[in-house]
């Protein structure tokens, strides 16, 4: 192989380990659960997924606690939201169920910005709930975007019902 083409072939190679690092970046959690690909949130890891659990599972109940809702394009928590997080939170530093929160987003943005928003929605709640105390380690997290919406139509009464983060407590 000649010079040029060796030089050529040795700068694929460190591209194709540079993307490939970058893709395959996660850290690998030590919990229980068989050691799936774990998130973090400000340096708070995520607990493993449980196996044939989700936030649509039969087994969750989504209709204990009240959902928090957000402005506009935002993740801020407003004053008026922190009873509910309070609630949640007392809840489970006396109890031993996993807890889900979903994040879900208005009408308005792209099916992939909406998702974002929704899982930052719903990353901000479980930040506010081990702040009060709960156990980060039986916290998990989902977006839905602008899938399943609380109130059908437009406007500002129906997207504001939309912009929201739901619990759902594992039986």
Not at 49 to 61: A, C, K, P
Not at 84 to 112: C, H, Q, W, Y
Not at 135 to 164: C, H, L, Y
């Amino acid at each position: 192989m000649n010079t040029k083409r060796l030089f050529q072939f040795t700068i694929a190679a460190l591209v194709a380990l540079t993307f490939t690092g970058c893709v395959n970046g996660k850290k690998k959690s030590g919990g229980a659960g068989g050691g799936s690909d774990s998130d973090s949130v400000n340096g708070t890891p995520l607990p493993e997924r449980q196996e044939g659990v989700n936030f649509l599972s039969s087994n969750v109940d989504r209709s204990k606690f009240s959902p928090v809702h957000f402005g506009f394009d935002s993740v801020a928590i407003d004053s008026g939201e922190r009873g509910k997080i309070d609630e949640v939170a007392a809840f489970m530093k006396s109890a031993s169920n996993t807890l889900i929160i979903a994040g879900f987003t208005d009408e308005r943005g792209t099916p992939d910005y909406n998702r974002g928003l929704g899982e930052r929605r719903a990353q901000a709640v479980r930040e506010a709930l081990i702040r009060a105390g709960a156990d980060a380690g039986k916290i998990q997290t989902v977006s839905f975007g602008a899938e399943m919406p609380a109130a059908t139509g437009g406007g500002d009464s129906a997207w504001a019902k939309n912009r929201r983060a739901e619990f759902g407590v594992v039986r």
